[in-house]
């Protein structure tokens, strides 16, 4: 029994070692380190909107990696359900990516997006959804937030950006798009727009997405034998 408790013990340590990243400002819909690759984080309903400038505001995300790979993009629909509603409106007009594909250290970081500058029609009291797509190497990882846009709107003083991620540590212009990679609403094929776009730029990044590829099936291996353990373990018990 003891030889059992240790491995149920080490499965669940597995399963933390998933916490990839979090995103803290604007709130999540929400985390599971599990569904973290997939759409939204797994979390795929909008949830209560909040306040966000219409000019430039803070994103604060929390990363769990030595070394990441970060790039923000919105949509413009009221309840996007695909990577594709985040590269186009709905009149068919292109999405250009919030930030510029960026990397970050491991711990807090702060960048900021200028919403309106995308020039998609973005007035004061409209409705977007922020993604953050992130990875660390074990593959791409998401998380939303639901915002409603305001003209002038002050965030809490101690949100705003002291070092700003996005364009202190740049690999790429923020001119590229969402792209064909993002039609997809499964995790995995979706390392989308960052890989895309990092490798068309030349960036070391490219090499990391493609070895994140491979390291998420490892990661959904753990997750499997994680599982098997436990049910053993549920079964012996
Ligand atoms: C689509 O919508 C955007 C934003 O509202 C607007 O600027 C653009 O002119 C529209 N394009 C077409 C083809 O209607
Ligand atoms: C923006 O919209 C809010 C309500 O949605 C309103 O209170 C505010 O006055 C508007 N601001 C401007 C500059 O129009
Ligand atoms: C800002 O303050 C709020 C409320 O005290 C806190 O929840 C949040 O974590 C703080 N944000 C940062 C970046 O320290
Ligand atoms: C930029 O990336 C380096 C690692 O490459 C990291 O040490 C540094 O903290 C990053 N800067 C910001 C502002 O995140
Ligand atoms: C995203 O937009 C670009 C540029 O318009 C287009 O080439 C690409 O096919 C689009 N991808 C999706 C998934 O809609
Ligand atoms: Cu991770």
Not at 16 to 28: G, I, K, V
Not at 175 to 188: C, E, K, R, W
Request: hydrophobic letters at 40%; aromatic letters at 6%.
């Amino acid at each position: 029994m003891f030889t059992v408790k240790s491995l149920l013990v080490a499965s669940a340590l597995a399963s933390t070692a998933l916490a990839h990243f979090t995103l803290d400002y604007p709130t999540s819909r929400g985390f599971d380190d599990e569904n973290e690759p997939q759409f939204c984080g797994g979390f795929s309903s909008v949830e209560t909107r909040q306040p966000f400038p219409l000019g430039q505001g803070p994103i604060h995300i929390d990363s769990h990696h030595p070394l990441a790979t970060v790039v923000a993009f919105i949509s413009t629909s009221e309840n996007p359900t695909s990577f594709g509603d985040f590269n186009t409106t709905s009149n068919g007009t292109s999405i250009p990516l919030a930030t510029p594909i960026f990397q970050v250290a491991e711990g807090d970081s702060c960048f900021n997006v200028d919403l309106g500058g995308l020039n998609v029609g973005l007035s004061n009291g409209s409705l977007v959804t922020l993604q953050v797509q992130f990875d660390g190497g074990d593959g791409a990882l998401y998380q939303c937030t639901d915002l409603v846009l305001i003209e002038g709107y002050n965030v809490p003083s101690n949100e705003t950006c002291t070092s700003d991620a996005a364009h202190t540590n740049a690999t790429s212009s923020s001119s590229a798009l969402p792209s064909a990679s993002a039609t997809s609403s499964s995790g995995s094929s979706a390392t989308s727009s960052a890989a895309t776009s990092a490798s068309a730029s030349g960036s070391a990044a490219s090499g990391a997405a493609s070895s994140a590829a491979m390291a998420q099936k490892e990661v959904i291996g753990w997750g499997l034998v994680g599982s098997l353990i436990g049910l053993a373990g549920v079964a012996m018990l």
